[in-house]
C-alpha cells in the first residue's frame, strides 16, 4: 500500500464502523462486535469479509505494530467501500463477471486521495457581508449542536454475558422479574452465558391465571426508534408450549400493548394430525383486557416427526438470533438460524403496532402447563441500539 492506500484504508474502516454502529472507532472491536460488523456487510452488500479480519483492521489502526502491516486484498477493500458507499447487493461470481475492476474501492480511493476542487468564494464572485454570515453562523451553530445532542442520546447497549453475577447486570441496567430463586442459581451452569429456563408462566391470557412469566431479565429502551437482536445456542425446544426470545413491553405489569417474538414448539393443530413443528411465532398484545392476541408471524422451520428431522432440526438450530427494528409504528422483523454462529439475517416479516416498548425483556417459559419438561436455554449476545427515527 502506499500512502493514499493506507489513509484511504484507514478512513475506511472508520466509516464501516460508523455506520454499523452509528459512533467512531475508539477502541479495537471485540469478537461479537466483529461478527456483527461481518454480518451486517454480509446482508448489506452479498459479499463476505471475515469477522477476524475485521477485529484484526481495528486493532491495526488503533495500535499500529511497526514491520506488521495490515494489507488487505483490493476485493477486501471493494466490499468494505460497497458497504459505506450502500451499493447494490451481489456475489462474488457477479462481481468477478461485472466488476472485477474493483470500482467501488478506487471510487473511495480517488475520493481520499483527490485534493477539493471547490472553486474558493473571492469578493468579486460574492460580496461579503456580516449581516448576512454571523446569522447563518449561528443558525448552523444551532442546528449543529442540535443534531449532536440528538445523537449522543442514542442508547447503545451490548451484551455478551461473560458476567453474570447480580452486581454486573444491576450496573448494566438489567433487573429481574419474578423471580425463581432456584433456577436463577442456575444461570451460570454454561460459563460466559446467560442460562435461563423455560419455567411455567406465559404472558398469553389465560382463565384463572394472572400473566407472569418467571426470570424475566428486563432493561429499560430509552429511544423511540431502536434495533435490538439476541442469539441463543443449542435450544431445540420438543413440548408445547416450549419458548425463549425478546419480549418487548409498554410496562412491566403486562397491563399495556406488548410483542413476543420467540423460537417455539407446536404440537397442537386443532384435531389435526400433522408432524410437530418448531417454528418462530410473534404475537402482538393490546394489553389487559384483550384476550385475543395477534399472532402476525408463524414460520415453521423444521417438522419433527422422525429422528431424521429432528437431528437436521438440531445441526440447524445450533445457533439463533433474532433481530427487531422499529421505526415509529413499523415493527421490521428479521431471524437466522445456522450450524454456524455468524450467518447472515433474513427478513421475516414489517408489521405495524402503534406501540411504544418502554422495556426488552429475554425470557423463556412453557406456558401454562405442567406436563412439558422445564429446558435451559443459552443466551450469548444481546444488542440495543438507539436509532434516529427517519
Not at 456580516?130 to 449542536?145: C, E, F
Not at 450496573?171 to 423455560?198: C, H, I, M, V, Y
Request: contains cysteine; glycine residues 6%; neutral net charge.
Amino acid at each position: 500500500m502506499d500512502e493514499i492506500d493506507r489513509r484511504a484504508f484507514a478512513e475506511l474502516v472508520q466509516a464501516v464502523v460508523q455506520k454499523c454502529f452509528g459512533h467512531p472507532l475508539t477502541s479495537p472491536l471485540s469478537e461479537p462486535e466483529s461478527k456483527h460488523v461481518s454480518s451486517e456487510i454480509e446482508e448489506s452488500t452479498g459479499l463476505v469479509v471475515g469477522w477476524r479480519s475485521i477485529k484484526n483492521y481495528t486493532a491495526f489502526l488503533l495500535n499500529p505494530v511497526p514491520g506488521k502491516p495490515e494489507n488487505p486484498s483490493t476485493a477486501t477493500l471493494d466490499t468494505l467501500a460497497r458497504y459505506v458507499l450502500s451499493a447494490p447487493v451481489t456475489t462474488e461470481a457477479e462481481r468477478k463477471k461485472l466488476e472485477e475492476h474493483f470500482p467501488y474501492w478506487f471510487r473511495y480511493r480517488e475520493q481520499v486521495g483527490r485534493p477539493s476542487q471547490l472553486k474558493p468564494v473571492t469578493a468579486k464572485s460574492r460580496p461579503f457581508s456580516v449581516g448576512y454570515v454571523v446569522p447563518g453562523l449561528l443558525l448552523m451553530a444551532i442546528i449543529g449542536g442540535f443534531l449532536l445532542f440528538r445523537e449522543s442520546r442514542l442508547d447503545q447497549v451490548q451484551e455478551d454475558f461473560h458476567d453474570v453475577s447480580d452486581a454486573h447486570l444491576t450496573q448494566n441496567g438489567w433487573f429481574l422479574q419474578g423471580k425463581n430463586a432456584d433456577f436463577w442459581s442456575r444461570r451460570t451452569e454454561k460459563p460466559g452465558r446467560l442460562t435461563l429456563f423455560t419455567l411455567k408462566g406465559d404472558n398469553w391470557p389465560k382463565t384463572g391465571e394472572a400473566p407472569h412469566v418467571q426470570n424475566l431479565l428486563l432493561r429499560e429502551i430509552k429511544n423511540e426508534c431502536f434495533r435490538t437482536e439476541v442469539h441463543v445456542n443449542d435450544f431445540i425446544p420438543d413440548g408445547n408450549w416450549q419458548q425463549a426470545g425478546l419480549l418487548l413491553l409498554e410496562d412491566t405489569l403486562f397491563m399495556g400493548k406488548s410483542i413476543r417474538l420467540s423460537l417455539s414448539y407446536n404440537n397442537f393443530f386443532g384435531g389435526y394430525h400433522k408432524p410437530a413443528e418448531i417454528l418462530i411465532q410473534a404475537i402482538a398484545s393490546y394489553g389487559k383486557g384483550d384476550a385475543n392476541l395477534e399472532e402476525f408471524v408463524h414460520q415453521p422451520l423444521f417438522q419433527i416427526g422422525n429422528r431424521d428431522e429432528r437431528r437436521i432440526a438440531v445441526t440447524n438450530l445450533k445457533n439463533v438470533a433474532f433481530r427487531i427494528e422499529k421505526q415509529h409504528q413499523k415493527f421490521r422483523v428479521l431471524y437466522s438460524a445456522s450450524p454456524v454462529d455468524n450467518f447472515s439475517f433474513k427478513e421475516i416479516t414489517t408489521y405495524e403496532f402503534g406501540m411504544s416498548p418502554k422495556y426488552i425483556g429475554l425470557f423463556a417459559l412453557k406456558g401454562f402447563v405442567d406436563s412439558t419438561a422445564v429446558m435451559p436455554v443459552t443466551v450469548r449476545y444481546f444488542r440495543l441500539d438507539g436509532q434516529p427515527c427517519d
